[in-house]
């Protein structure tokens, strides 16, 4: 079973831009989350999608968007990019949600922002 | 607020020996909790998984203890091995609420051959 892709796997931008992160989940998985890992702070969480539907939400800013499609393959957004959204941009996924399942992550998208 | 706190930024190990990673939290609500593994440039990956229920699990030479009244769990590594050297994070989560991971800050594991 193939496992979790991100797409781009690195990414730069300059301030002010926006970006779209893909990821494709494991086949079977309907649940996706997001995760943000800077030096330091560990892995953040973003959001958790579930069948198309925003489940949870982490504390970040309204910048920081996401959607899930039928497929269950999901996008993130940032619009109006910072220095410090410089990241690495992480995906997982899971076959439930609100339930004691591991989930698999993605490699990540690496994101720079000048 | 640091729910999930590895406060051993770093720890180094010999080949052969056993190396214990600890991490605590604060959340008495947290019933399931995992250990992930990452290299750089790479996701991190599932090592091992505890419910609140137990508090041991063993998977080879992966051992992690949940000592719910402390709020403390720990990885055992034994015999550590050269490709262990690697980040490590614990998370929690739990069922009731807003269901999501919180990670630690992660331990780097540096085991000396």
């Known amino acids: 079973k193939a496992g979790v892709t991100q797409t781009p796997r690195y990414l730069i931008k300059t301030r002010g831009q926006q970006v779209t992160l893909s990821c494709s989940p494991i086949?079977?998985?309907?649940?996706v989350s997001w995760y943000q890992q800077t030096p330091g702070q560990g892995l953040q969480f973003l959001f958790e999608y579930f069948s198309e539907t925003q489940r949870n939400k982490g504390n970040f800013p309204g910048r920081f968007s996401g959607r899930q499609f039928s497929n269950s393959r999901s996008e993130m957004n940032v619009s109006t990019l910072e220095l410090g959204d410089s990241a690495l941009y992480l995906c997982a996924s899971s076959t439930v949600s609100g339930a004691q399942e591991t989930q698999y992550f993605g490699p990540g998208t690496r994101l720079l922002v000048l | 607020d640091q729910q999930v706190k590895q406060n051993s930024p770093s720890l180094s190990v010999q080949e052969g020996r056993i190396s214990i990673l600890n991490c605590d939290y604060t959340?008495?609500?947290?019933?399931?909790f995992l250990w992930y593994k990452k290299y750089p440039a790479e996701g991190p990956t599932f090592l091992i998984s505890?419910?609140?229920?137990?508090d041991k699990n063993e998977d080879g030479r992966f051992t992690v203890f949940l000592n719910k009244s402390a709020k403390h769990l720990s990885l055992h590594i034994v015999p550590s091995q050269p490709g262990d050297s690697a980040v490590y994070f614990c998370?929690?989560?739990?069922?009731?609420?807003?269901?999501?991971?919180?990670f630690g800050t992660g331990t780097r594991l540096k085991v000396l051959a």
């Open positions: 086949s079977g998985h309907r649940s």
């Open positions: 505890i419910s609140s229920i137990k």
């Open positions: 998370a929690a989560s739990a069922l009731s609420g807003t269901y999501k991971y919180i």
């Open positions: 959340n008495s609500m947290f019933d399931y």
